[in-house]
């Protein structure tokens, strides 16, 4: 098995053995011998303490001192509660992790829980803290009491259940503890931007979490795949700030593709993201994700009105420019933080936006300023529905089709929602695009394009034909859809576009997002059994942990990029609202 490498990084796992701790304000990437190895501090945004992951130094690991192992593990059911699992040749260990909920923007809880199910077991705890993503140790350590404390980059740092370990000014804690079987050892690590926190009561903050946890996940026993829909809701609770912002994912640079530099941070918060998961939370009721999407959607709208930027940080603030650390990045993946897109055009986020607000306000949850939100998101797509833009997937300026029709879904949805001359000008709106995007942009066979000037095969055509534009009755649907299928589907998966010259999955691997849709629009078509078919084959391509990360090497069974990827647990969860019962028709 793997060992720590002597400078304080973790040696590297495929990305499928990770699982993900949150709370809403971070995230902590859990390697499979149970090492945090990745946690930025106080925010998602915030510098990493722990970045063995991107090949930084830092980590946090309490593990069987036999190597002679194996590792498991799971999350509890409607959680981000993780346990990590070890069988030695003595002893069966579990470790319970969590970030304590609730939770503040300013200080974070870590909770590590070990027991011995069967056996005695000596573990070893190490905890090396390395802020500014390993820039710098943790200064002037120090025992009080059973609490050990440091100071370091304006972060102040409490651990407690390690007082009999060592800590020198130079050197990472390090202690042993022997469990017998039946004995449980809490170990409870705090780091905030506070001087006055409270006392750390380790049975108190995981009775509180787990009380925290019950009321965040709904119960979805009357969906289909029940278990997975807890876990997408938990997942996209996990990612979604008091603030109301959800990022896209826990983590930074991790490759969509070995040494392409298609390397991204996506701990920021992307309004279509965010929209997409408040409409799968819609689709299956009135929850509180609901209402976090639509604030945090309406407060960036009527902030930057037409200037409005695809991405911000949790709490509304700008996404800062990209930057290189001296770090090597995780393998075949780079070292990127920050993240350039949020300054590109993004017209389909209007569209995104308003079909939210509609769907708000089926549930009686429009407030005010998100319908004030969804007046000024009219005007800005009525001045620039004409400009190119980058489309969905982040691409070179251009009149692309699925960013039109978006559009034109959300003016129609919200149509419906504004009375009198409110209402008819948002028809005639869409009506307007609509009728010109038709014109540059559909084929005389009845096939739309990807682009008014690029006949290719495009899998985000599917998400406005899912939601209902065109019409269900329009030709143009099953075309397209057949279309698509049978020029990026392979083996049960779909890929987001071709590449001229490269076979699918060469260049990139299938877009798990793009196979959800599939399913969603299959089924809007009249298609059940077929639509039940793509749901089944893409929620399989994710890791033992149950995340999804936006790729998936089909050829490898490997996943690809930054996890757990937001949309695509959101996509997941309104699959299985709308295709909860088998045998009933498509709506």
Aim: charged share 25%; proline share 6%; net charge negative.
């Amino acid at each position: 098995m793997p060992e720590a490498l002597p400078d304080g990084v973790c040696p590297p796992w495929a990305l499928r053995g990770y699982a993900v701790l949150a709370d809403g304000e971070r995230g902590a990437v859990v390697d499979p011998e149970g090492r945090i190895v990745w946690l930025c501090a106080p925010r998602w945004h915030s510098e990493a303490v722990f970045s063995s992951l991107i090949g930084g130094s830092g980590y946090f690991a309490v593990e069987p001192v036999d190597r002679w192992r194996v590792w498991g593990g799971y999350y509890e059911d409607g959680t981000l509660i993780r346990v990590s699992r070890w069988l030695t040749r003595d002893a069966v260990i579990e470790c319970r992790d969590a970030l304590a909920m609730p939770t503040s923007p300013g200080r974070l809880v870590l909770l590590r829980r070990m027991r011995v199910e069967e056996g005695e077991a000596r573990l070893r705890l190490t905890l090396d803290a390395r802020p500014g993503f390993g820039a710098e140790r943790m200064r002037h350590p120090r025992l009080e009491g059973e609490v050990w404390t440091a100071e370091g980059r304006g972060l102040r740092l409490r651990l407690l259940g390690a007082h009999r370990s060592t800590w020198g000014p130079e050197a990472p804690l390090r202690g042993e503890f022997v469990l017998h079987r039946g004995e449980e050892h809490d170990i409870v690590l705090e780091l905030g931007t506070t001087q006055d926190a409270p006392l750390l009561h380790p049975r108190e903050l995981w009775e509180a979490t787990e009380r925290a946890w019950k009321q965040a996940v709904p119960d979805c026993s009357d969906l289909a795949a029940p278990r997975d829909a807890r876990h997408a809701y938990a997942v996209l609770r996990g990612l979604t700030s008091a603030a109301g912002g959800m990022v896209a994912a826990a983590t930074t640079s991790l490759p969509e593709r070995a040494n392409t530099g298609r390397s991204y941070d996506y701990r920021f918060a992307w309004l279509r993201d965010q929209c997409y998961a408040g409409l799968a939370v819609a689709a299956h009721g009135p929850h509180d994700l609901l209402d976090s999407a639509v604030r945090f959607t309406a407060e960036r709208v009527l902030d930057d009105g037409e200037r409005v930027h695809p991405a911000y940080t949790v709490d509304g603030g700008p996404v800062p420019d990209e930057r290189s650390l001296p770090l090597p990045g995780y393998p075949g993946g780079s070292d990127r933080i920050g993240n350039q897109a949020a300054a590109q055009f993004q017209l389909d986020t209007f569209g995104e936006a308003l079909q939210l607000f509609a769907a708000a306000a089926r549930h009686d949850r429009l407030t005010r300023e998100a319908e004030r939100a969804a007046r000024v998101a009219v005007d800005a797509v009525e001045r620039n529905w004409q400009r190119p833009d980058a489309g969905l997937w982040e691409l070179e300026e251009r009149w692309w089709t699925h960013s039109r029709l978006s559009v034109v879904c959300g003016l129609r949805r919200i149509a419906e929602v504004f009375p009198g001359g409110a209402g008819r000008r948002c028809s005639e709106i869409a009506d307007v695009v609509y009728a010109e995007t038709r014109r540059r942009c559909l084929r005389g066979d009845g096939r739309w394009r990807r682009a008014a000037d690029d006949d290719g095969p495009e899998a985000a055509l599917l998400v406005p034909l899912a939601r209902g534009v065109p019409s269900a009755d329009d030709p143009s649907n099953a075309i397209t859809r057949a279309f698509i299928e049978e020029q990026l589907a392979e083996d049960g998966y779909l890929y987001r576009f071709d590449h001229p010259g490269s076979p699918l999955g060469e260049v990139e691997g299938a877009f798990l997002l793009c196979g959800f849709t599939m399913a969603l629009a299959t089924d809007h078509l009249g298609g059940r059994a077929g639509a039940l078919r793509w749901f089944e084959r893409t929620r399989a391509a994710c890791g033992p942990s149950g995340l999804f990360a936006e790729e998936y090497d089909v050829r490898q069974r490997q996943l690809r990029g930054n996890l757990p990827q937001a949309f695509v647990h959101a996509l997941l969860l309104e699959c299985a609202v709308r295709l909860k019962d088998a045998s009933s028709p498509s709506p």
